[in-house]
Nanobody
């Protein structure tokens, strides 16, 4: 069973960038669909972006409208990791960010951001604070 650890969170000024990492152990992360989620204080968890497996699916990425054009998801199979590059950060992006993974065979992954129960392995989260 894969285990996930998020890193890269911290305090960043508005307009700046941050890259989050989701590093896996115990299994090959490329065999999994991976999604990024966040939960801000007092708000429900929301899905942001996902990338499907290249070994079991089509390797495609999906972004919700709120982050499209600002966030970029990518894989590094050598490092067994998935990254979330976040640009033009806004105080509204302040949240705990989580990655999650599931062994899915369907092409595309966008549905997992609205039905996260398909992703059965979750990391512990990393806090991102956007503030001047």
């Amino acid at each position: 069973q894969v285990q996930l650890v998020e890193s890269g969170g911290g305090l960043v000024q508005p307009g700046k960038s941050l890259r989050l990492s989701c590093t896996a152990s115990g299994s090959t992360l490329d065999d999994y669909t991976v999604g990024w989620f966040r939960q801000a204080p007092g708000k429900e968890r929301e899905g942001l972006s996902c990338v499907s497996s290249t070994s079991r699916s089509d390797g495609s990425a999906f972004y919700v409208d709120a982050v499209k054009g600002r966030f970029t998801i990518s894989r590094d199979n050598v490092k067994n990791a998935v990254y979330l590059q976040m640009d033009s950060l806004d105080p509204e992006d302040t949240a705990v960010y989580y990655c999650a993974a599931g062994q899915l065979y369907s092409n595309g992954c966008g549905y997992t951001l609205y039905a996260p129960e398909y992703l059965d392995v979750w990391g512990q989260g990393t806090l991102v604070t956007v503030s001047a």
